[in-house]
């Protein structure tokens, strides 16, 4: 190429318009579809992996689940300064390309010592992701578009996580090494895609107006209150659930007369149902100003996790499921 097509190349760049509002979310939501898919995979159905491949009994899944929680928390407190330092963009590429760096010695390993390191290690590198892009999805958004994107984002998160804990069990009948596969693909796609959307990562283009601030009525205000409260109680609590569930399910006696195509079909049913009152609560506002709602969903939760635990037939385990997922 002449220097003056590399000039003339170089100035078509600098004026191409940077990425819309519209292209920035676009990018985001496929991002975190794909991304979502390949985190599953490692994160909430590993268990099954473990169960077949590794033999692993429920002592050392718990502590394989307690290990990626430790290391979830550690990386989700860390991923805002990283991208203060960083930037959003460069962040995002960084993780992804170590994520497929990871993915990649799951593929070609073979000791599970070397396996269960790679499993370990994906998660708070997969946990970075989540803030940039959920942040993403809110950006520049007034209050209500920002609780509509942000209803869309978990509405993806949610489907494709089912999706991939769903078909785990075909993906081990095939071939085991698939679990790491699928996300070596889908990272240096994410790579890929950040690297081709020129500006994503940045900020997006015409940024919203200056709102007039309100103060809440001071009963909304207490109402706030207490859900933030209540809130710090019931999420560590639901992931202590969602996690402490997804180290027994595979080793529950109601899931052993099942090959693996069934049983992680069977499993991923809590996550549909989160799925679908994901769609409920984004389609009405009725929730939004009873936090006791959080209090009748904790009690829900903790009811249905043993249902699902105890020996009481398929059809109990699977209620319970709904339940669990829907709390």
């Not at 509002?21 to 599953?40: C, K, M, P, Q, W």
């Amino acid at each position: 190429m002449t220097e003056d097509a590399l000039l003339h190349h170089a100035a078509a760049a600098a004026a191409a318009p940077p990425i819309s509002d519209r292209d920035h979310l676009r990018t985001t939501y496929v991002i975190e579809a794909i991304l979502s898919f390949a985190g599953n995979l490692l994160f909430i159905g590993i268990f099954f992996y473990t169960a077949r491949v590794f033999h692993w009994g429920p002592v050392r899944n718990f502590l394989l689940a307690a290990s990626q929680g430790a290391v979830y928390v550690i990386a989700s407190l860390l991923s805002e300064k990283l991208a203060k330092a960083m930037g959003n963009r460069r962040l995002l590429i960084a993780a992804n390309l170590a994520l497929a760096a990871v993915s990649l010695v799951g593929v070609l390993a073979h000791d599970h010592r070397v396996l269960t390191a790679a499993i370990i290690t994906f998660v708070p590198l997969m946990a970075l992701n989540w803030p940039v892009l959920e942040s993403a999805s809110a950006a520049n958004a007034d209050p209500h578009t920002m609780s509509r994107q942000i209803g869309m984002y978990n509405l993806i998160w949610a489907g494709t996580g089912a999706l991939a804990v769903a078909v785990q069990g075909t993906i081990l009948k095939i071939d085991p090494r698939g679990v790491f596969f699928l996300p070596l693909l889908i990272h240096l796609t994410i790579v890929v895609l950040i690297l081709k959307t020129r500006g994503y990562g940045e900020p997006v283009a015409g940024p919203a107006a200056p709102r007039p601030h309100l103060d809440p009525e001071p009963a909304l205000q207490r109402q706030g209150t207490v859900a933030l409260w209540l809130s710090r109680i019931a999420l560590p609590s639901t992931y202590v659930v969602i996690y402490s569930l997804s180290a027994l399910m595979p080793l529950l006696p109601v899931m052993k007369p099942l090959d693996p195509t069934a049983q992680t079909a069977v499993g991923s049913i809590w996550m549909v149902s989160r799925w679908l009152m994901f769609w409920l609560l984004g389609a009405t506002v009725f929730w939004h100003t009873r936090p006791r709602l959080l209090l009748v969903a904790a009690i829900v939760m903790g009811t249905s996790f043993v249902g699902v635990t105890a020996s009481w037939g398929l059809g109990g385990m699977i209620a319970s499921q709904v339940l669990l997922g829907a709390s």
